[in-house]
């Protein structure tokens, strides 16, 4: 059997294994170094954050101008004419209820005591 790699030379096995953790211990030395480095600019320039500040904006303005549009149909369509009409005929149902409600009760009167309420 031939055992000539074996054999110390001018490497050894120790060698060999001490230079593949050295290889091992550079990449991920490098990885390291690399992704510290872009730590600092990948959150400060991110396209999302600046999508979500632009959105976060945008909605603010959609915001204000939702407001301004409701103040102006409240200032352009509720008139005073409008709540005139809105106060008659809110008078108009609470009069039809108590008519509603002083029939039902003489009718109720009547049926319990046989005659009608003065």
């Known amino acids: 059997m031939d ?7 001018p490497i050894t096995w120790a060698q060999v294994f001490a230079f593949a953790l050295f ?21 400060a320039v991110s396209p999302l954050t600046i999508d979500m500040a ?9 915001n204000e101008k939702l407001n301004a549009f409701k103040i102006e149909v409240a200032r352009t369509y509720v008139t005073g004419d409008v709540i005139t009409r809105m106060e008659r005929r809110i008078d ?10 002083a029939a039902t009760r003489r009718e109720m009167l009547q049926a319990i005591t046989g005659r009608r309420p003065d």
């Open 3 to 9: 055992t000539s790699f074996l054999s110390p030379g």
């Open 23 to 43: 290889l091992v211990a550079l990449i991920k030395g490098s990885d390291w170094l690399a992704a510290k480095m872009r730590t600092g600019t990948k959150d």
């Open 54 to 62: 632009a959105a976060k904006i945008e909605i603010a303005a959609l």
């Open 92 to 101: 108009d149902l609470v009069t039809s209820m108590r008519e509603e409600m």
